[in-house]
């Protein structure tokens, strides 16, 4: 065993997170003689980048250890060497919890994030881990029961905090969002994802002035974020600004040249203008970024139907009924269809 790792497990074991990131990264700089490359380093990296909520860091990790079977494999067998040997430390069973999600095992990581829970009462990360897994099974009130805790055990755990918010969003239920996300805009005033979750959640309240406030900040904060510009964008149009709400959709395609959503979104306001032909080439740039685009394939099929092609029109209305989500447009396509004679499949 290397210095490195044995220190790195060691910070691990002990909670000592900024120092066990300082080891890995070191340890990754210098593998053992024999090793060209070696995921445990990389696995230690990505465990820390989660527990601090860093998930673009956590997936830039987790690509360096637990994509490949044979680095599966490697990062399976330190874990479960140190998890045999120190059986009795709450943090083993966490970094087993972290290293089964991640690796297809959810179901299996449940019980480790239990018995790191039971050996640390008072630790809030294996109420964080487990509310995520109860996530993705689509088990919101029992994901919201898990972050409340490890928000009441560690009120200063803003990633928690963070993840209450959405989870209360997601239930269409803002008022307890967003005193989750002011929170964690205490806790992390320069976070501009903080306020871009704030902006959102008062945009759905129908708060337009503070909403639009939180979108500056959250751009002053990072004025590369091609998301928060089209969601400013989307808000602008909602009040019919529609000049304030094209520059934030072509910023947001500065920012992002691939940013599908900000392609639809200009198209339609080019259809609304009556620039058919402008309007035709953003749908299909959009259409270029993501393939199922129901947005774009509407918008297509309004193109074609302006121009009188009744057949291209009504092959992509189908196709954005495939594959919008929303009832409300599905509704609208049919209704549409049915007024002028004609029905999709």
């Known amino acids: 065993m290397t210095d490195y790792q044995a220190q790195c497990e060691t910070a691990l074991l002990e909670g000592r997170w900024d120092q066990a990131q300082q080891t890995a990264l070191a340890w990754a700089r210098h593998p053992a003689t024999g090793m060209d490359r070696n995921p445990r380093p990389h696995f230690a ?44 430390r709450a943090n083993a069973h966490l970094v087993m919890g972290l ?14 994030y239990k018995k790191s829970s039971k050996l640390a009462p008072q630790s809030a990360y294996p109420h964080y881990f487990l509310a995520q897994i109860h996530e993705r099974a689509n088990h919101l009130e029992m994901a919201i029961k898990e972050y409340r805790e490890a928000v009441r055990l560690d009120p200063s755990y803003a990633p928690a905090r963070t993840n209450l918010g959405v989870a209360y969003q997601e239930q269409g239920r803002l008022e307890m969002a967003i005193p ?9 005033p320069h976070d501009p994802v903080a306020h871009a979750n704030l902006a959102c959640s008062l945009a759905e309240q129908g708060k337009f002035e503070p909403a639009l406030q939180s979108y500056k900040e959250a751009l002053r904060l990072n004025s590369k974020d091609a998301e928060v510009h089209f969601s400013l964008g989307g808000l602008y149009e909602t009040r ?24 639809s979104a200009i198209g339609w306001l080019a259809l609304g203008r009556q620039h058919l032909q402008a309007a035709y080439e953003a749908f299909n740039r959009a259409l270029k970024s993501n393939d199922q685009d129901p947005r ?15 057949e291209s029109a009504l092959d992509n209305f189908t196709k954005a009924l495939k594959y919008y989500k ?16 004609q029905m999709a499949d």
């Open 45 to 88: 990296l990505n465990v820390i980048h989660l527990l601090h909520g860093e998930f673009a860091e956590a997936w830039t990790t987790h690509q360096k250890c637990l994509q490949e079977s044979e680095d599966i494999a490697l990062v399976k067998e330190w874990v479960e060497g140190f998890v045999a040997q120190q059986s009795e």
């Open 99 to 112: 290293f089964l999600a991640q690796s297809g095992q959810s179901e299996q990581s449940i019980v480790s």
């Open 180 to 188: 989750q996300y002011r929170e964690v805009i205490k806790l992390c």
């Open 240 to 263: 019919g600004r529609l000049d304030l709400a094209e520059k934030e959709y072509n910023a947001a395609l500065i920012a992002d040249p691939s940013f599908g959503p900000a392609h």
């Open 296 to 310: 774009a394939y509407h918008g297509i099929a309004e193109y074609y139907s302006q121009k009188g092609k009744r």
């Open 326 to 341: 929303d009832p409300e447009k599905k509704n609208a396509i049919l209704n549409q269809l049915f007024q002028e004679g």
